[in-house]
């Protein structure tokens, strides 16, 4: 299986600030990466897929960088609606495994 | 818009069986594949299942095959997971999503998810 390790695990930071998330895959997966926003009790939301195509109606303070193994999602200028946990995963091949999560809370 | 409405979670002792439904609006169902993803409480995400547009191709992880099944009632619009031999390693929100890609192959990303329905094992 490949292995989706995301950093880091959490962050502070405040309303307006650039915030950067981490994702790694254990084994090249091109730009089959797939970034998810989840607030509390609510579904997974697709924010980004492909790496770096941004999901129709998601705000463009998002974006997405990355190929092979290292990826990252960029918040430009976080927004309080953005305070959230994101997930990263792989759709490269199967099972399509997520990555662990990265909690970003109001500093 | 797009809705997919979940229904069937509650509480079942180990050993017991489960099914899932998923209802589905806004969209074409019959062309687009369909999955089961699950989140453990405090946990991270676990894709669990899919089905392909047509309900011939179907694939499963590891930890539930042999005892989960995934279908779909094209007619109906609704998907269903079948739960059998429930283990408390099983207890999850289980979330029903739609695949993006339109016919009868898959991205396997998720576009849209349903609210999750929670299912609890008991020992």
């Known amino acids: 299986d490949i292995q989706m390790t995301q950093s880091p695990s959490s962050l502070s930071a405040s309303v307006g600030d650039r915030v950067t998330i981490a994702c790694r895959a254990s084994q090249s997966i091109s730009t089959y990466l797939n970034w998810y926003q989840q607030k509390p009790g609510k579904a997974p939301n697709l924010l980004i897929y492909g790496a770096s195509s941004l999901q129709s109606g998601v705000p463009s303070r998002f974006s997405g960088s990355g190929s092979g193994t290292d990826f990252t999602l960029t918040i430009s200028s976080l927004q309080p609606e953005d305070f959230a946990t994101y997930y990263c995963?792989?759709?490269?091949?199967?099972?399509?495994?997520f990555g662990q999560g990265t909690k970003v809370e109001i500093k | 818009q797009v809705q997919l409405v979940e229904s069937g979670g509650g509480v079942v002792q180990t050993g017991r069986s489960l099914r899932l439904s998923c209802a589905a609006s806004?969209?074409?169902?019959?062309?687009?594949?369909m999955h089961w993803v699950r989140q453990a409480p405090a946990k991270g995400l676990e894709w669990v299942a899919a089905?392909?547009?047509?309900?011939?191709?179907?694939?499963?992880a590891d930890s539930v095959r042999g005892r989960f099944t995934i279908s779909r009632d094209n007619s109906r619009n609704t998907l269903y997971l079948i739960m059998s031999s429930l283990t408390v390693e099983d207890a999850a929100v289980y979330y029903c999503?739609?695949?993006?890609?339109f016919g009868s192959g898959h991205y396997y990303y998720f576009d849209y998810w349903g609210q999750g329905t929670l299912v609890s094992v008991s020992s």
């Open positions: 089905i392909s547009s047509d309900g011939g191709d179907k694939s499963y």
């Open positions: 999503a739609k695949d993006p890609y």
């Open positions: 806004g969209f074409t169902f019959n062309n687009y594949g």
């Open positions: 995963q792989q759709s490269y091949s199967a099972p399509r495994t």
